[in-house]
């Protein structure tokens, strides 16, 4: 989508930004993917929805360019169509992924992510023996631990879920072996990363199905160390569970995952039609929305095309990483106003179900900096019942602080900075 088209939106970031900021950091992490690719005897990429979509495109570029013989293919699916026909086959730890905590989960949401519509999340808090008036009102910590050990005793909250997941179950697995991945040895997923729970997803989806292959990941960072050896390899190029600390701090990945955005809904999950299999996607109901996407996809994929046109034999993993961690440390950790504004209004939500969307940083927020403070935190943590009055927590702390005046902003920058590093060190 060129031209006018293009001229007719809202622009998503300024072209400034992009071309020293985001397209940097995303060609370094293909770069990246594709050499380790070729390093390993890869032919066939698997780039995962939505946060795939960029990266695909970017990665056809290079690899039609320098003629590299690596098929890179766009796979349909979200950590709910993925989860959803594993649920009754993964006994506990389906309830353990259904009852996460989160940035804002209530109790409509918390039972979303099972797909329960309103008459059946009724069911379920009547057998809950829970009465409320507002369903969308935020859970506190004690709240939510409390909800939690009803709904792992409640029936019909199991029955539910076992039965919506046997129903997603043949056309999940119909889909991924219409999409060839049953026909490889071994299978090469990209994704962004942080806890490799679509890997795990995929891998117990695939393996109840007849795989006998292996899965490699390829994915910017992890925070989680892989649950177990079955769920195959995870290979990292900017930070792991075990790397260093001074990556994880000033790294947001709230913000990451709006850069790389798809103009297409979330995969719910797969349906034949036609005779073949297809994905179920999330309506686009903000046309304006849905242009200002198209148009942000289309001038990343241009800048891309040029200044990716250095030669591919010369990229250099580590120098690409140190590239990455100064854009990082700039652009997530010390924007300033101007760049937190543009890149705090994208929309973010952390939960599976979708069900609230939040702008990344914004003025309004900085109310909430005082939350922020060291001691408040470690108070909270110690002496807090966790009740009371709840808030949302904030997607990009550093973002939000870029709009305090500049001599306020060093103070709660170290604030942040130290609850993260004590955090990271303690796991």
């Not at 999940?172 to 072996?177: E, I, K, L, N």
């Not at 990363?193 to 960072?221: I, K």
């Not at 160390?225 to 947001?252: C, M, W």
């Not at 101007?338 to 900085?366: K, M, N």
Request: charged content about 25%; aromatic content about 12%; glycine content about 8%.
């Amino acid at each position: 989508m060129k031209g006018g088209a293009a001229r007719a939106v809202e622009k998503f970031l300024s072209a400034e930004l992009n071309q020293k900021f985001v397209v940097p950091l995303l060609l370094n992490y293909v770069y990246w993917i594709i050499h380790e690719a070729e390093r390993r005897g890869v032919e066939t990429l698997y780039f995962l929805a939505r946060d795939g979509y960029i990266l695909q495109k970017i990665a056809i570029q290079i690899c039609g360019r320098e003629h590299i013989p690596i098929s890179c293919k766009y796979l349909y699916c979200s950590r709910t169509s993925l989860r959803m026909p594993t649920y009754s086959l993964i006994g506990e730890e389906a309830l353990d992924l259904l009852l996460l905590g989160g940035y804002q989960v209530s109790r409509k949401s918390l039972l979303e992510r099972a797909e329960l519509n309103q008459d059946q999340r009724s069911a379920v808090w009547r057998d809950c023996e829970e009465t409320f008036e507002d369903e969308e009102q935020l859970l506190s910590h004690n709240g939510l631990e409390r909800l939690r050990g009803k709904l792992r005793q409640s029936t019909v909250f199991h029955n539910l879920i076992i039965e919506r997941s046997k129903e997603a179950y043949s056309s999940a697995v119909g889909y991924f072996r219409q999409e060839g991945l049953f026909d490889l040895e071994r299978v090469a997923i990209v994704d962004s990363g942080w806890t490799g729970s679509m890997q795990r997803s995929l891998r117990q989806l695939l393996q109840s199905a007849g795989f006998q292959g292996e899965l490699l990941g390829f994915y910017f960072g992890m925070y989680a160390a892989p649950k177990e050896a079955a769920d195959g390899t995870y290979l990292t190029y900017y930070f792991n569970h075990a790397g260093q600390v001074r990556d994880k701090i000033p790294f947001s990945n709230n913000l990451f995952e709006c850069l790389l955005q798809a103009p297409h809904g979330m995969t719910l999950g797969y349906g034949l039609q036609n005779g073949s299999y297809c994905p179920k996607l999330a309506s686009c109901n903000n046309s304006a929305g849905y242009e200002k996407t198209l148009a942000y996809v289309q001038e990343i994929v241009d800048i891309a095309r040029e200044m990716g046109k250095k030669p591919y034999q010369v990229f250099e993993p580590e120098a690409a990483r140190q590239e990455t961690r100064v854009l990082i440390k700039r652009y997530m950790a010390h924007p300033t106003s101007e760049e937190a504004e543009l890149l705090g209004r994208c929309l973010f939500c952390d939960d599976v179900s979708e069900s609230y969307h939040s702008w990344l940083a914004s003025p309004e927020q900085t109310k909430q900096l005082k939350r922020y403070s060291f001691f408040r935190r470690v108070w909270r943590r110690v002496c807090s019942k966790g009740d009371g009055n709840i808030q949302p927590e904030l997607y990009w702390p550093y973002g939000t602080i870029a709009f305090l005046p500049r001599w306020k902003q060093p103070w709660h920058r170290w604030n942040v900075y130290l609850w993260e590093l004590i955090r990271y060190l303690r796991t």
